[in-house]
Nanobody, 120 residues
Framework: VQLQASGGGLVQSGGSLRLSCAAS????????MGWYRQAPGNQRELVAR???????NYADFVKGRFTISRDNAKNTVYLQMSSLKPEDTAVYYC???????????????WGQGTQVTVSS
């Protein structure tokens, strides 16, 4: 599964950004999708995840500010980020869990990352 993320950039504190990540692949069924982030010197951490049925879970530090959603027809996951803070600055990675239809093999894929920078 290939993941292509977009939508990062530079924004002032209190601003908003919307990230998108499109998944593609032949004969795969996409299940859970999510967003993680990694700031310099830190480990990669979960931001939000969403099931195929749109059940969501969020890290405590983004609850009430970020919203994850998906379009199953487009195999695309979105992250609407509002009330951004300088501490949200990081590279944001999308993630997808999938099943290969031919072999039933479980697959986990990562996007290339998109930089989000929040200035104070």
């Amino acid at each position: 599964v290939q993941l292509q993320a977009s939508g990062g950039g530079l924004v002032q504190s209190g601003g908003s950004l919307r990230l998108s990540c499109a998944a593609s692949g032949r004969r795969v069924h996409i299940n859970n999708m999510g967003w993680y982030r990694q700031a310099p010197g830190n480990q990669r951490e979960l931001v939000a995840r969403i099931t195929r049925e749109s059940i969501t879970n969020y890290a405590d530090f983004v609850k009430g500010r970020f919203t994850i959603s998906r379009d199953n027809a487009k195999n695309t996951v979105y992250l609407q980020m509002s009330s951004l803070k300088p501490e949200d600055t990081a590279v944001y990675y999308c993630n997808a869990d999938a099943v290969a239809l031919d072999t039933a093999r479980l697959l986990t894929s990562w996007g290339q990352g998109t930089q989000v920078t929040v200035s104070s």
